[in-house]
């Protein structure tokens, strides 16, 4: 039994009594004490009476005995759950420090199939799997195939060679990451190195790798080598361009059909746009098919897709196969089927690109190499999840990309196969470009690492960053000599959000915006001024719609207060036509943008003020029918289709447009002007008017705008005659006019002007 000398000294530890260092350790004995709190107890009483001889004290010691009771209970408690978390924490610590030791493994060995001498290799990284087993099946339509064991090299990679040169056989992996597993439960595996896949239309998303003879003519074709301050970059989804009957292609969604002459869509309508370069949407092969909705599957419940697609792209599912669905010419996705059979989307996606480079068309890819596809089976999460993915010490991915799974792109073989991606589009497809997805998820030893082994290929290679992912970056890609879409020039010009964010062409400042950082954007927002970003103007992608938001045209036509969001719209052809304010706006914008230095992107429909409703004949259990919409992710329907008569009804846009394009890739003053060939005009009592000159290569520029949508603003201008370029009405680069003196500007309205030799 404890002493009252060591009760004392429990209590103390326990915190019920103070100690002069303030440190408290509970030891193992005091659980016997509290076991023996009675005795312990009565010794007190008797200690307590004796010395203060008081009846009240019985009160007291009641509640102290209670008091006593509680905290060593609660102490007790307090002790086991520590002692858990300590066991928690170091288990968690333990598992991290096991997922760091996957770092040391890395092979140079060629990865995928070798094809040659009459036999076909097999090699697959998986360095944890206890065994691995190839699968071959001469249908792709055959459950069970024949199966081979493999056998790994000490660098984790499982390695078999069969006689024969195997093309057009179908393949995969089955892994087993321990001894328990049973073969017959494993998903089929698609070699994460596979040049062509044939892919089952069900809501798993099960694919097939295929052995693909790839004997291509190129016909002498090269990359397109452009300055990158020269780029009119037009963001464009592959399918979306032909699907609608108003493009007039025979092979409406696919490769073929946007490049087939001689139709109002697709290619003729981009070279006519004057556009130089285009950039896809993810075109490598992706998870097309989202969960049931309202329904369980594979752990998830899907709640906000009731088209249960991802029609965009941006879940991919192999690294170095383009998308076999736009290889079939359908009106919808055909369920319960096998598609890219043949890999004719190898040829079909080659075609495209030496077709565009025959126009002089460069073509820049939209890549995601921040997360995989999320509700596939047979990818790198049944290979090896604990060396592909980011995990946190319980073995849960990290979702930085909010699409349920990060790889580890830090990793030496990951760090591989992004590289090898990335150089394998550029040989073998003659991709000029890409526009990495959420680049920030991407470690900056890999950022290097990319731009490094591309430009040793090509020079002139596009690197195009979304800088977000964890933060907003776009400073730390110019230092690497990225270049980064422009959050700064999209907000500052057109705002963040229709409804309470307006920017400069609503005559408002959004944010930290001002006439300074207006200046900051016409020279490339370079780090020289005080907000910049860029090391170089060639840096900045200015654009003020993508994919992502709403379009221009609906955030106009929100923000000028013309539409109610909350109303339905049932006549979509008459709700696009832009009334006259409409289109001063969207004129305004697109002027600031097409005559400011660096990159300049638009997203497909830009111009012609493109609308996304939903619209009400579609079989879609969707809430939202007849409004508006921002996020078109899932939608292979109207919604996203180029309508090309909607072209033709905003013509004057569309034709203003075209005009703008052709001012800047004639002069090069609008893309390569040096900081100090710009001077910036003096606007007194209209802190929305800019004004600025433009001298280069002999030539000599004015550019007026007047945001103020309260009232007019009069510009005193240099000596001599100027030619107008663009008024409120036209664009182009034959003179509309001669002006002198001075000149007004209405309410927003623009003008560029031309010095008279």
């Known amino acids: ?58 009160i007291l010691l009641s509640i102290l005995l209670i008091t006593v009771l509680i905290v060593n209970i609660k102490g007790e408690q307090l002790f086991l759950e520590n002692k858990e978390k300590r066991k928690t924490v170091s288990k968690q610590a333990k598992y991290l420090s096991k997922l760091k030791e996957l770092d040391k493994y890395y092979s140079s060995k060629e990865l995928g199939i070798t094809v040659a001498g009459g036999k076909t290799t097999f090699r697959l990284f998986a360095p944890q799997a206890v065994s691995v087993y190839l699968f071959t099946f001469k ?24 006689d024969g040169e195997l093309y057009g056989m179908f393949y995969g992996f089955k892994v087993l990451a321990t001894k328990k597993e049973k073969l017959k439960d494993k998903p089929l595996c698609i070699d994460p190195y596979s040049k062509a896949v044939a892919s089952f239309t069900d809501y798993a998303n099960p694919r097939k790798s295929i052995i693909y003879k790839d004997d291509y003519d190129w016909e002498g074709d ?74 369980n599957f594979m752990g998830k419940f899907n709640t906000w897709n009731p088209y249960e697609r991802n029609h965009w792209g941006y879940m991919t599912a192999a690294f170095f196969a383009p998308e076999s669905y736009y290889s079939e010419s359908t009106n919808h996705l055909e369920w319960n089927k096998w598609i890219g059979v043949k890999g004719e989307q190898v040829k079909d996606f080659k075609d495209m690109v030496k077709a565009f480079h025959k126009e002089g068309i460069a073509v820049i890819m939209d890549v995601v190499y921040n997360h995989l596809s999320e509700y596939e089976i047979g990818n790198l999460k049944e290979i090896d999840r604990e060396y592909y993915f980011r995990l946190d010490g319980k073995g849960h991915y990290i979702a930085q990309s909010g699409c349920g799974n990060d790889l580890k792109t830090e990793r030496p073989m990951v760090r591989r196969l992004i590289v090898e991606s990335i150089l394998y589009w550029m040989t073998e497809y003659h991709i000029d470009g890409f526009r990495f997805d959420l680049g920030k998820l991407i470690d900056w030893e890999t950022i290097e690492e990319i731009i490094r082994e591309a430009k040793k290929i090509n020079p002139y290679v596009v690197f195009v960053c979304e800088p977000w992912g964890g933060g907003y970056d776009p400073a730390g890609f110019s230092l690497r000599g990225w270049g980064s879409w422009n959050d700064q020039i999209r907000n500052g010009i057109k705002g963040e959000n229709p409804f309470h964010g307006h920017g400069w062409i609503f005559g408002k400042w959004f944010g930290n915006n001002d006439p300074q950082r207006i200046k900051s954007y016409v020279n490339g927002t370079l780090v020289r001024d005080k907000h910049g970003l860029f090391q170089k103007k060639e840096h900045s992608v200015n654009y003020l719609e993508s994919h992502d938001g709403y379009t221009l045209g609906d955030f106009i036509r929100i ?12 006549d979509v052809d008459s709700f696009q036509l832009l009334s006259a304010e409409q289109l001063k ?17 638009i997203h497909s429909g830009q111009e012609y003020a493109r609308t996304k409703v939903i619209p009400f004949d579609i079989d879609v259990p969707d809430t939202n029918k007849g409004r508006i919409d921002h996020n078109t992710y899932d939608k292979d329907n109207e919604v996203n289709y180029i309508n090309y008569e909607h072209a033709k009804s905003n013509k004057e846009l569309l034709d203003y447009y075209k005009g703008l394009i052709e001012l800047r890739n004639k002069y090069n003053a609008f893309r390569r002007a040096d900081y100090k060939e710009i001077e910036f005009m003096e606007t007194k009592d209209n802190e929305f008017a800019l004004g600025y000159s433009l ?32 008024n409120p009405y036209f664009a182009g680069t034959i003179p509309l006019d001669t002006v002198s003196g001075s000149i007004k ?10 010095k008279v030799k």
Request: proline letters at 3%; charged letters at 25%; glycine letters at 8%.
């Open 222 to 295: 090269e990359w397109i080598k452009r300055d990158w301050r020269d780029l009119v970059i037009y963001e464009m989804h592959i399918r979306d361009m032909t699907a609608h009957t108003s493009s007039g292609s025979t092979m409406p969604g696919t490769y073929k059909g946007l490049v087939e002459k001689g139709v109002d869509g697709g290619i003729s309508y981009i070279k006519e746009l004057g556009v130089n370069t285009v950039e896809l949407l993810p075109p490598m092969d992706f998870g097309r098919i989202e969960i049931p909705y309202r329904k």
């Open 695 to 726: 001298k280069f290569e002999n030539e000599e520029f004015i550019l007026l705008f007047n945001a103020n949508h309260k009232k007019k603003h009069e510009f005193e201008l240099p000596g001599g005659n100027w030619s107008v370029l663009v």
């Open 745 to 754: 500007l209405e309410k927003s309205t623009g003008y560029v002007l031309k």
């Open 1 to 58: 039994m404890c002493g009252f000398k060591n009760f004392i000294s429990h209590l103390v530890l326990l915190k019920i009594l103070p100690q002069s260092n303030n440190h408290y350790s509970l030891k193992p004995d005091i659980l016997f004490c509290v076991l023996n709190v009675k005795s312990l107890f009565s010794q007190l009483v008797i200690y307590i009476f004796r010395a203060f001889k008081m009846r009240s004290v019985i």
């Open 585 to 601: 706006l969207n004129k305004l914008a697109a002027l600031f943008l097409m005559t400011s230095q660096g990159m300049v992107m």
């Open 139 to 162: 249908e792709v339509e055959d459950e069970f195939g024949n199966s081979f064991e493999m056998k790994i090299d000490l660098d984790g990679v499982w390695e078999i060679t069969l």
């Open 559 to 570: 923000g000028s207060g013309e539409v109610d969001h909350h109303k339905k719209i049932k």
